[in-house]
């Protein structure tokens, strides 16, 4: 059984920062491109960033860039969201993604408020 | 930019509903596929692919559930829907990951 779980989501100030982790099981995670897709409260799904199956490429959202940083270690299957300065408007539930997005994790909530 | 309609959708119990979405480009890629999917989002509950490359449902997605479509232009159609649908269905270019805005279905 596949299973994708994040952790690290929190209460954080602006300008906080927060690192989110995504263990993977159950599925052959270093031959396949990952991606973190976020959800702002009753708000649609967004897109956050990709990395490929060797780190060697990464993609962000044009909002996040320069703030968020995704990594991966292939050796532990888990899958890594460095989120600094942060902003009320980071406030979402982020989700681990697969790269056909043919599964997603539970979703870890952010939120970033005073 | 990926667009959906109906934003809302009420559907009768037993009856079909359609969703349409809209890409402002064309999905077609350069291998010659089209990454176009379908994600069902249920209360409370992480999205779920329903539909790969325009119109390959998932393992496990009854078989009521079907997508189409072309270019710029998909549809997800639910030939009679059932309670177990009711949630917020989203497209997504897959080339990307741009979503549609959902359309969240409802039994009238």
Sequence with gaps: EVQLVESGGNLVQPGGSLRLSCAVSGFPFSNDWMNWVRQAPVRGLEWVASIKRDGSEIYYVDSVKGRFTISRDNAKNSLYLQMNSLRVEDTAVYYCVTGGADYWGQGTLVTVSS | ?108
């Excluded at chain 2, 064309?26 to 596929?33: A, I, K, P, R």
């Excluded at chain 2, 176009?36 to 509950?45: A, C, I, N, S």
């Excluded at chain 2, 189409?68 to 829907?81: E, N, P």
Aim: a positive charge; aromatic letters at 12%.
């Design chain 2, 1 to 108: 930019v990926m667009t959906q309609s109906p934003l809302s959708l009420p559907v009768t119990l037993g009856q079909p509903a359609s969703i349409s979405c809209r890409s402002s480009q064309s999905l077609v890629h350069s291998d010659g596929n089209t990454y176009l999917f379908w994600f069902q989002q249920r209360p409370g509950q992480s999205p779920r692919r329903l539909i790969y490359e325009v119109s390959k449902r998932d393992s496990g997605v009854p078989d009521r559930f079907s997508g189409s479509g072309s270019g710029t232009d998909f549809t997800l159609k639910i030939s009679r829907v059932e309670a177990e649908d009711v949630g917020v269905y989203y497209c997504m270019q897959g080339i990307y990951w741009r979503f549609g805005q959902g359309t969240r279905l409802e039994i009238k």
